[in-house]
């Protein structure tokens, strides 16, 4: 047993304070000092505990093998998986007409511009490798290129709306499955606290999970076991979410760059 160095509230309320302190004071030195233990983090994640994950995966499907579980389970998780890429495709649809309408353009020509960042990022999982491809179609779609060079970078960083549909969607199903009480009042607390948690998650494969496995434990009472279903069906699925991050910055660099063209003409 490894008892946490803090709790998850004080984790991010720490986060909050430190980061918006040293943005504040534009302090060098204890930015530099948070950059390592950023750096640092990344890197045990990405070599050590995500390398690690499918042999744990593997053991915990060896036990529900062996209590019979297991069929049922996967059977569940391929409807979950039909669902959530359901959602994924309608997220994005929304987010490219609210682009269009904003943007006056034709959001099916702004989504089909993307595509290339969506297949793109299927095939890395992650949103900070697929920024050349999304910031070349971004560009492709018509936004100013100093405009693009700014929200794609932040957005993979900060933009994680289909990791966060995704770890939603797969938290309620196990909840469904293993006949645990789902309050909105509840839900509706992780939803928010995800949020904010997918702000500072890891820009690695996997990064999104195991940034909200403090909130999965602490808000919805998630053991051992449910969390690793949870890895496991992240994992599983982790491209996908990906691949609507990154899609979805085409159409945020679009909103932002109609709001900074009304700007200069404001100004001019």
């Known amino acids: 047993q490894m008892p946490p160095a803090f709790q998850v509230m004080t984790a991010l309320v720490l986060a909050f304070t430190f980061g918006l302190g040293m943005a504040l004071l534009k302090t060098k ?5 948070f950059d390592d233990f950023r750096d640092i983090v990344s890197i045990v994640i990405e070599n050590v505990i995500i390398p690690l994950l499918p042999f744990y995966i593997f053991g915990i499907f ?16 391929s409807k979950v998986i039909v669902v959530i890429f359901t959602l994924h495709i309608l997220l994005l649809l ?6 269009g309408v904003i943007g006056r353009k034709n959001p099916l020509k702004l989504l ?7 297949a793109t990022a299927l095939g890395t999982s992650s949103s900070a490798a697929t920024i050349p491809v ?9 936004v100013q290129e100093n405009i693009a060079g700014f929200t794609v970078p932040l957005c993979a960083t900060i933009h994680m709306a289909g990791s ?16 645990m009480p789902v309050e909105f009042g509840t839900i509706s607390r992780f939803i928010f606290m ?27 009472g998630f053991n051992e076991q449910l969390q690793a279903l949870m890895i496991a069906l992240y994992i599983a699925m982790d491209s996908f979410g990906t691949a609507c991050n990154v899609t979805g910055d085409g159409a945020i660099s679009v909103i932002v760059d109609r709001i900074a063209g009304k700007h200069e003409q404001c100004l001019s």
Do not use: D, H, W
Request: charged share 5%; aromatic share 6%.
């Open 112 to 118: 089909r511009t993307m595509l290339p960042a969506y």
């Open 194 to 220: 995800l949020g904010i948690t997918m702000v500072a998650a890891p820009g690695v494969p996997g990064g999104s999970i195991m940034a909200a496995l403090g909130l999965l434990s602490s808000i919805l």
């Open 134 to 142: 999304t910031l070349k179609q971004t560009i492709k779609n018509g």
């Open 62 to 77: 060896l036990n529900m093998i062996r209590n019979g579980e297991a069929f049922a389970v996967l059977a569940q998780f």
């Open 164 to 179: 966060t549909m995704k770890i939603t969607a797969c938290a309620l199903a196990i909840m469904y499955m293993g006949n």
């Open 94 to 99: 929304l987010q490219f007409t609210i682009a």
């Open 29 to 33: 030195y204890l930015q530099n000092t």
